[in-house]
């Protein structure tokens, strides 16, 4: 007997004979679903929904459960509130009918285009982590002094490294791997300080990790420690996802869940980078506890609930964190999966919502060391700007939610396959022509182009086109008074079509929202107002260069960002894509002790301006939810906008 | 229907009915056996050997198993050897038949006389942690410094201290402390360097733990930082008794076992420092939690141990030791329930068979800061001597056997409740008086003395007697022309009848054979031989004190030791009997950080004679195994000698 099989957001379709599971039929399907554990019923990362009731009339034949029930081992890694809503999991989830799966992105695998690809840096080599080769004299009854001693006394006459001190760890391997390597060994040093590892014989690798801790994604950059090479790239979606899509969400699943919220969070982030640790070493055929040291950014919150610190405070005012200053800890205190007596370096944060990733964007874009005032634009879930040069840094937060990174969009979705990224809509017709991430082509309103969402870019691209048009008027609204079928009302909500269903592989029409526009409002509406509000601060109406970070930054638009009012208008050739400077940073302070010392100065010499005490905030922020915020002003933004919008991106 | 019960050496009988288990057998009878877990199935404390197979006659009715089968849980915790040799679980072990039941020392409580109370120091208070109290002024929009920064501030104008880091667990619970106590804070702080605990509200409480890990005992120390005062003295049996009596015997278990061997050994002693902590801060009504920080003692094995080193070189010549110098090692990471980030510091070794327990010694003996000339003997499985005075120092090691602590001795006990302690000899009669442990009476050879065996200080009296009634010829031989019935042949060995069966608790007569005589021989001629070659050493004919330290120094009849040749002669007011220095010593350290520095000076310092490299050793030692040793050189000694024998102890 068989059943009909359909997946949620890619609408692919099949029949499958009963008691197939559902991941068995994903794979038949080629729909991505992310199942670590080789379906052991132990990852739980195949969690998908079933949607039978929703199932579409002409594709279900009765509303009864048409799949195996939840056995034991699956209920245990449930949780309550999924098991109500219906989620599965895929590898253990039979199917006994007809049924409509719904994937959740965070169980998706598939290319995603990872933006967070590791930028060119320029960095003197100057690692914490050195190794050294030493032969010693074996002991003997007239020389019976400890095998420590001996060590030392090797590199001190060798290296004049004198005062080291030596973990635990090591000393329990170090008679077995002296004795075994002949008395030829190879130590490893971290800061001129501590024997962190003792190997038999000559090893001259000698590696770390960098690592950046995103909201939405958590990027590692496997980095020779020599000559400063980054020998391997692992990015993941960080693994908190699934407990809520932005920062706030997860401060609040921890303060909802005071006993473990906290512990859970804290685990899944520390398993996602022991997973990074593990894939890039294996990578390049080594093994995890080869990684010598591991440096580390993030925001505020990410660090917080990193390090095991209840985040509440930091989403409250007046959002203070719980320390500002790096910290140096052992990676087995933390249960990170490198050597254990390796040494993870957490970069310092300037405040409660300017983390350890801008420091990160700092010591990568070094405003501080210009003549040239730069305004520093870190765009993620929270907006983290720095205005300044050397001499003066001031720095603020605003909350522009993740509607810039395609979450609480309507059809929001990652940078991924099928995303729309680009977007020109033709003044006359109204009609939309997009491109999604891996099609070259452009869509014609009638190719099924395999479309599945919305990503950042495509978003600011349709919204900056849908103002262009005059569909989207000065104060936001959508026009329902121009004729086109792809204008109309669902409910109460004006949208607008981008995407029949025949163009989609979800089976329904791709639609841009009043919602939509509203949540994009607020994030260019706080991003603009605050960067004004900065420069006022510094008494300058002009800034000579504008750097965009982020993930998100490499993919936008900078002319179409600029008309929707994202940041100030400025000269174009002013504007750069620092791309993932944060992970730039963790890389540069994983190179160079140095930086630390320099990223730590610069944390505490960043003033922070807390926007929320300026008292025309609201009314700039106000101003600045306008379309198109600039044109008045800078007239000439409008004489770049050329019908394919080919910016200079 | 009931049964009979008898333990063993005890010698306490009852009739119990059919499926009681041993253990309540045992209360009921009051034979102490140790059931740390409550009839759990867990601690494995309870073993007994059930032995109906060497029951006398007339107690048993037959040679079937009289006891319940083994379960799987006792299977479990049972290792393969035990099952074979008929050991059991007491607690999970029920009564079908008359039984006669071993209690091994192992498994006994009871009031143990532990010789290793805390002794008078002299210390300036000086510890490494210290508690501060704070209030903060709290944050605001305005001020939205970090919590951990705020504390800093707060540190630094109040107490001057500066550039503090502070420990991950700490910081976990930082915000929510800080809070808590409404920005009133006690801050513990290590070395005035880093944060190791952060208490709401005022807290003046602040104690430490001074351990010192013998073979036999493991004794704690739970002292007041502020006072210096011992609040509370735990000791218990080492744990790892079980795995082999002395040092060389686990240092095997180890070797045998590579896979678990080393991690079982410490784990039992961890758990075992674990308990004391527990058990020492409850006696006070504070948590384990409240000890700030440990000091530790021991010899280089159980150092080596404690620590997860493999102890095999230790064993083997050279006898390198993994290291010498201090450790300062998280409590957490040794899995050392105390404050989690407390510091565990481990005092430095001298050599491999020279430990930390002698720095221990040093430190609160002082010998390197006096001008007359030393010779500090601490006794235990080993005997650690050093020799020397201000301007030099000499240590070595020699193995002294267990012998003189009662091991290895056919009816050698640790000294408990009764235990010979003291002994004569009428030189006419060859009729013996003895005193044991908790009875002051002497024995008459007929009254019921409830003796059990004999310890440290009864061997050494029983065989300084023997030899002064001529028992015992200058060769160590027993004399078995004399006409006694004390003096007899059991098989080819030679024995003298100290306590008939009708006096003792065991149902046996209790002797000292010829092959303890050699034990004793061994031991004896050890220590003198090597005080010698010491002294040749130093190029002195004599010494100015005599330290003898040792849970087993507290004792010994001074007169006895020496006409034994324990130790050369001197005169008896240049002995000093000193306990347990090694814990003192811990306590020194614990209480003063200076000292910590004047230790590792001193392991430094104090230059190791490797016995095995003098060419004369075995000569001497073959010497110094004579009886006695001294009486043609010192006659003086034989004047001092009075029947009853009332030394200068």
């Not at 990362?45 to 579409?56: A, L, T």
């Not at 509303?63 to 989620?87: A, P």
């Not at 106000?622 to 800078?634: I, S, T």
Request: glycine residues 8%; contains cysteine.
């Amino acid at each position: 007997m068989e059943h009909t099989i359909i997946f949620q957001p890619s609408g692919r379709r099949a029949h499958v004979p009963e008691g197939t599971t559902i991941l068995d039929a994903a794979r038949k399907l080629g729909v991505g679903i992310e199942a670590v554990c080789g379906d052991n019923l132990v990852c739980g990362k195949c969690r998908v929904k079933i949607m039978e009731g929703e199932f579409p009339k002409e594709d279900i034949t009765s509303s009864i459960r048409h799949v195996g029930k939840v056995d034991e081992k699956e209920m245990e890694i449930l949780k309550k509130k999924e098991k109500e809503n219906n989620v599965r999991l895929a590898c253990s989830t039979s199917v006994l009918g007809d049924v409509l799966v719904f994937v959740p992105e965070a169980t998706r695998t598939g290319k995603q285009i990872i933006s967070k690809a590791a930028g060119k840096i320029k960095v003197k080599i100057k690692p914490a982590v050195k190794k050294y080769y030493v032969e010693l004299p074996p002991p003997s009854l007239e020389d019976p002094y400890g095998d420590f001693e001996r060590l030392c006394q090797a590199l001190e006459a060798t290296f004049n490294l004198n005062k080291l001190s030596i973990d635990c760890r090591v000393l329990q391997v170090l008679p077995d791997v002296l004795r075994t390597g002949d008395w030829k060994a190879t130590v490893t040093v971290w800061q001129n300080r501590e024997i962190i590892r003792v190997q038999a014989g000559r090893v001259e690798t000698n590696i770390g990790l960098a690592i950046d801790i995103g909201t939405t994604t958590v990027a590692g950059y496997l980095t020779d420690l020599i000559t400063g090479e980054v020998l391997a790239t692992e990015s993941m979606m960080n693994p908190q996802v699934s407990y809520g899509e932005d920062v706030m969400s997860r401060i609040t699943y921890c303060m909802l869940n005071e006993e473990t919220g906290l512990k859970e969070l804290q685990e899944a982030i520390i398993e996602g980078i022991n997973t990074i640790a593990k894939n890039a070493a294996e990578s390049v055929e080594l093994s995890p506890e080869d990684i010598s040291e591991m440096t580390l950014v993030g925001n505020t919150a990410m660090h917080h609930i990193l390090l095991g610190i209840n985040p509440e405070y930091i989403g409250l005012a007046p959002f203070a964190p719980a320390l500002h200053k790096s910290m140096d800890i052992k990676a087995e205190r933390l249960g990170i999966q490198i050597l254990p007596a390796g040494n993870i370096h957490i970069l310092p944060i300037i405040a409660g919502f300017v983390g350890a990733d801008n420091v990160g964007c700092l010591l990568a874009d070094t405003p501080h060391k210009r003549k040239k005032m730069t305004l520093l634009i870190d765009i993620g879930t929270n907006g983290e700007l720095v205005l300044g040069n050397r001499d003066k840094l001031i720095s603020c937060s605003c909350a522009t939610g993740p509607a810039l990174e395609g979450a609480q969009i309507e059809f929001g979705m990652r940078a991924a396959p099928g995303a729309i990224e680009k977007m020109r809509i033709d003044k006359k017709t109204l009609e939309p022509t997009y491109q999604v991430i891996g099609n070259d082509q452009w869509s014609d309103g009638q190719t099924d182009m395999q479309t599945k969402g919305i990503c950042g870019s495509g978003i600011i691209d349709a919204i900056a086109e849908m103002f262009k048009a005059g569909i989207i008027k000065k104060n936001g609204r959508i026009n329902t008074d121009l004729k086109s079928p792809r204008i109309r009302m669902e409910g109460i909500v004006a949208e607008y079509v981008v995407a029949w269903k025949r163009e989609t592989a979800i089976d329904e029409d791709i639609v841009v929202t009043l919602k939509d526009v509203r949540a994009i409002q607020l994030a260019k509406g706080a991003l603009y107002s605050a960067s004004l509000i900065m420069m006022r601060k510094l008494g300058i109406k002009q800034f000579d260069r504008l750097a965009v970070a982020g993930a998100f930054g490499n993919h936008i638009d900078k002319v179409q960002a600029m008309v929707m009012g994202m940041y100030p208008d400025c000269d174009l050739d002013k504007v750069e894509f620092i791309g993932n400077a944060a992970g730039d940073g963790a890389r540069i302070a994983l190179l160079n002790v140095d930086k630390r010392r320099e990223a730590h100065a610069l944390a505490g010499k960043v003033e922070y301006v807390e926007l929320a005490l300026e008292e025309d905030f609201n009314d700039r922020f106000g101003e600045a939810m306008q379309f198109p915020h600039m044109f008045d002003k800078f007239p000439h933004v409008e004489d770049l906008l050329s019908p394919e919008g080919e910016g200079a991106s």
